[in-house]
């Protein structure tokens, strides 16, 4: 079965690291970019930014460069988003989500993790 | 960059309408375009994908359209389980937007 299986939720205090994980099964992990999406609470989706598992190309939205950090162990198939100093606002559910199409990014994100929820409180 | 304006923001509609929601972008965007289905609590399901391709699974009273600027996403014949958020997603050349959301309500 394909799936995406993430961290449990966090709770840290401003100021504090995080990494949260993404791991994958069931299907070639480095043929497939992996996407992550927040969701704050009560809002919409946004897209961060796209890791691919195969050669580490990363591309970050405008909106989170410099934010947060993706990155990838193929050792053990699994896809990370990192903050270095949270902050109250990045409270949210993160999602991963692997795209449809393993030559492109044109099909959308067929398989979706289960979400991580992070909450940032002093 | 460009901007997915979903439309209505909330539907209220009842077991066998007829739904459409529209979402608009700001510019151009072919038909690289997604349709998503989110029920609370959970993550998002891929219903439509280049606009018009049901993926596998998806019933099919679910359809999307469009091309160019304007998309729609249209449920023939509303269900109980469709009740839920949807979103659009445009892609653009490693850059990705999702509307803002359209939420189906009970009538």
């Known amino acids: 079965e394909v799936q995406l299986v993430q961290s449990g939720a966090e709770v840290k205090k401003p100021g504090e690291s995080l990494k949260i994980s993404c791991k994958s099964s069931g299907y070639s992990f480095t043929s497939y970019w992996i996407g992550w999406v927040r969701q704050m609470p009560g809002k919409g989706l946004e897209w961060m930014g796209i890791i691919y598992p195969g050669d580490s190309d990363t591309r970050y939205s405008p909106s989170f460069q410099g934010q947060v950090t993706i990155s990838v162990d193929k050792s053990i198939n699994s896809v990370y988003l990192q903050w270095s100093s949270l902050k109250a606002s990045d409270t949210a559910m993160y999602y991963c989500?692997?795209?449809?199409?393993?030559?492109?990014?044109?099909?959308?994100?067929?398989?979706w993790g289960q979400g991580t929820m992070v909450t940032v409180s002093s | 960059d460009i901007q997915m304006t979903q439309s209505p923001s909330t539907l209220s509609a009842s077991v066998g309408d007829r739904v459409t929601i529209t979402c608009r972008a700001s510019q151009t965007i072919s038909s690289w375009l997604a349709w998503y289905q989110q029920k609370p609590g959970k993550a998002p399901n891929l219903l439509i994908y280049q606009a018009s391709s049901l993926e596998s699974g998806v019933p099919s009273r679910f359809s999307g359209s469009g091309s160019g600027t304007e998309f729609t996403l249209t449920i023939s014949s509303l269900q109980p389980d469709d009740f839920a958020t949807y979103y659009c997603?445009?892609?653009?050349?490693?850059?990705?937007?999702f509307g803002q959301g359209t939420k189906v309500e009970i009538k």
């Open positions: 997603q445009q892609y653009n050349g490693f850059l990705w937007a």
């Open positions: 989500a692997r795209s449809k199409n393993p030559y492109g990014l044109t099909d959308g994100f067929d398989i």
